[in-house]
């Protein structure tokens, strides 16, 4: 979960120059995107096009710290470039920290905004989307056990940053197997690793023998999990499965996650994400030998957490509940409730 963590809460170093085998630049900008949490965004120049891959949260200082690092590009390692000369924007997922910039991005260039199919609703009808996930996370967190207070008090805390942004039309889509190309139709020999999870629509970006894990994988915590329930194509049995595409890679030399520092072995990486989750299944499963509500499970593997880091703690319990659940290791215990009422508390015990 990445709530609580400390290494996404402090700046690194910022900008970095990394050269992929064929020759190609990726530049690493890390940056404050929201209050006290760091993000990264990168730049690819391949000697003709500029290529952005996400584009922090557009809240105000998010965006000055975007410009102010691309002048740092330009003071570091002499290269210019600016926002107007970006010539393409992708965006790897569907989450506020890597795509919330997108229309401070586009008040300087027209590059066109390529994103995967799974997350396009997210950015061209927002407004929408906004409305059915609040919908489904009340109804996740009524079944989770929380009192009507507690439920209030997290979805304000939900709903209220996401008014400052609106929908912003798509150009093109990401799809794995599919070149990705530029205005023009030219290939930018850039592969596609569709990685669902952590996000529906996620993906991996492959530049020679350089990965852009998003945040698919990440140099020292587990990305945050939220149950299937709340959107399709999330939760942890998709991801896990996806962890698997980033493992059977070869080649690779360098991972660069969307927050946090350089991955230098994505697949021991991604064997060490395996097994915290083997770790988390293995507590819950203990736990429920008496029946459980996912706010007692939450508790059990986070503690007492505080702010919206409650709502992170829920959702990751939530993940890893219904990934037992699914698979028969969990069964819900008060079937009475569940067949009288609506959206009761569910209270889990070991099948």
């Given at each position: 979960?990445?709530?609580?963590?400390?290494?996404?809460?402090?700046?690194?170093?910022?900008?970095?120059?990394?050269?992929?085998?064929?020759?190609?630049?990726?530049?690493?900008?890390?940056?404050?995107?929201?209050?006290?949490?760091?993000?990264?965004?990168?730049?690819?120049?391949?000697?003709?096009?500029?290529?952005?891959?996400?584009?922090?949260?557009?809240?105000?200082?998010?965006?000055?710290?975007?410009?102010?690092?691309?002048?740092?590009?330009?003071?570091?390692?002499?290269?210019?470039?600016?926002?107007?000369?970006?010539?393409?924007?992708?965006?790897?997922?569907?989450?506020?920290?890597?795509?919330?910039?997108?229309?401070?991005?586009?008040?300087?260039?027209?590059?066109?905004?390529?994103?995967?199919?799974?997350?396009?609703?997210?950015?061209?009808?927002?407004?929408?989307?906004?409305?059915?996930?609040?919908?489904?996370?009340?109804?996740?967190?009524?079944?989770?056990?929380?009192?009507?207070?507690?439920?209030?008090?997290?979805?304000?805390?939900?709903?209220?940053?996401?008014?400052?942004?609106?929908?912003?039309?798509?150009?093109?889509?990401?799809?794995?197997?599919?070149?990705?190309?530029?205005?023009?139709?030219?290939?930018?020999?850039?592969?596609?690793?569709?990685?669902?999870?952590?996000?529906?629509?996620?993906?991996?970006?492959?530049?020679?023998?350089?990965?852009?894990?998003?945040?698919?994988?990440?140099?020292?915590?587990?990305?945050?999990?939220?149950?299937?329930?709340?959107?399709?194509?999330?939760?942890?049995?998709?991801?896990?499965?996806?962890?698997?595409?980033?493992?059977?890679?070869?080649?690779?030399?360098?991972?660069?996650?969307?927050?946090?520092?350089?991955?230098?072995?994505?697949?021991?990486?991604?064997?060490?994400?395996?097994?915290?989750?083997?770790?988390?299944?293995?507590?819950?499963?203990?736990?429920?030998?008496?029946?459980?509500?996912?706010?007692?499970?939450?508790?059990?593997?986070?503690?007492?957490?505080?702010?919206?880091?409650?709502?992170?703690?829920l959702e990751e319990a939530g993940a890893h509940v219904e990934y037992l659940y699914q698979r028969?290791?969990?069964?819900?215990?008060?079937?009475?409730?569940?067949?009288?009422?609506?959206?009761?508390?569910?209270?889990?015990?070991?099948a």
């Amino acid at each position: 979960m990445r709530a609580g963590t400390s290494s996404a809460k402090k700046q690194l170093e910022s900008p970095r120059r990394f050269v992929t085998s064929a020759g190609r630049v990726v530049y690493a900008l890390n940056f404050e995107v929201f209050p006290n949490f760091f993000g990264n965004v990168y730049l690819i120049d391949d000697g003709d096009r500029r290529i952005l891959v996400d584009c922090g949260s557009g809240m105000d200082f998010s965006n000055e710290n975007l410009v102010r690092g691309m002048t740092s590009i330009q003071d570091r390692f002499g290269a210019r470039v600016g926002l107007a000369d970006i010539d393409v924007i992708l965006i790897t997922h569907g989450h506020m920290d890597h795509f919330g910039g997108l229309q401070f991005v586009r008040s300087h260039t027209d590059a066109p905004v390529g994103i995967h199919v799974l997350d396009r609703r997210v950015l061209t009808h927002y407004e929408e989307r906004v409305v059915v996930a609040s919908q489904q996370l009340r109804v996740f967190l009524q079944r989770a056990g929380l009192s009507t207070g507690k439920r209030e008090q997290l979805m304000t805390m939900y709903t209220a940053p996401k008014a400052r942004y609106g929908s912003v039309p798509v150009q093109f889509l990401l799809e794995e197997g599919q070149p990705v190309r530029d205005g023009n139709g030219a290939d930018l020999g850039i592969e596609v690793l569709h990685v669902p999870g952590h996000c529906p629509g996620q993906v991996c970006l492959r530049i020679d023998d350089v990965l852009l894990t998003a945040d698919h994988v990440l140099a020292r915590i587990t990305p945050h999990q939220s149950p299937e329930s709340l959107t399709l194509n999330m939760g942890l049995g998709h991801y896990l499965d996806a962890l698997g595409k980033v493992e059977e890679l070869d080649g690779v030399r360098v991972g660069l996650g969307g927050h946090e520092e350089p991955i230098e072995d994505v697949t021991a990486r991604v064997g060490e994400i395996r097994e915290s989750h083997d770790k988390r299944l293995n507590v819950i499963m203990d736990t429920c030998r008496a029946p459980q509500t996912t706010a007692d499970i939450s508790r059990r593997l986070f503690g007492a957490v505080r702010g919206y880091t409650v709502l992170l703690a829920l959702e990751e319990a939530g993940a890893h509940v219904e990934y037992l659940y699914q698979r028969g290791e969990l069964v819900a215990e008060n079937l009475g409730e569940l067949e009288s009422e609506q959206d009761p508390v569910v209270r889990y015990v070991r099948a």
